[in-house]
């Protein structure tokens, strides 16, 4: 089975812009198709973004459409999501996490990842 473990994140200004990366390894990241989730206090996780095996379809939130862009190099066993625009709402604990098959009813659905990275903090202060 895959590992996932992140890195990035911190603290920034709004408006700022922050980067997000998650190593793969134990198998090959082309395997899965991956995703981004955050948890802010007090709320859920939620779905961010989504890619499939290659990199070919994405899936974005509504809140993450426009600002934030997921992305994976296959060859180097890992993933990213970039963000732009942050904002304060913006806070939370992101996830990277894995799954052996996304399509647009499962890509944001925790119940289709199950392997996940250990999360990182992103906090956005005004």
């Known amino acids: 089975q895959v590992e996932l473990t992140q890195s990035g994140g911190g603290l920034v200004q709004t408006g700022a812009s922050l980067s997000l990366s998650c190593a793969a390894s134990g198998r090959a990241l082309s395997d899965y198709a991956v995703g981004w989730f955050r948890r802010a206090p007090g709320k859920e996780r939620e779905f961010v973004a989504a890619?499939?095996?290659?990199?070919?379809?994405?899936w974005y939130s509504d809140s993450a459409k426009g600002r934030f862009t997921i992305s994976r190099d296959n060859a180097k066993n890992t993933m990213g999501l970039q963000m732009s625009g942050l904002k304060p709402e913006d806070t939370a604990v992101y996830y990277c996490a894995a799954s052996g098959y996304l399509n647009t009813n499962r890509a944001a659905s925790t119940a289709y990842y199950p392997y996940w990275g250990q999360g990182t903090q992103v906090t956005v202060i005004s």
């Open positions: 890619t499939d095996e290659r990199g070919s379809v994405t």
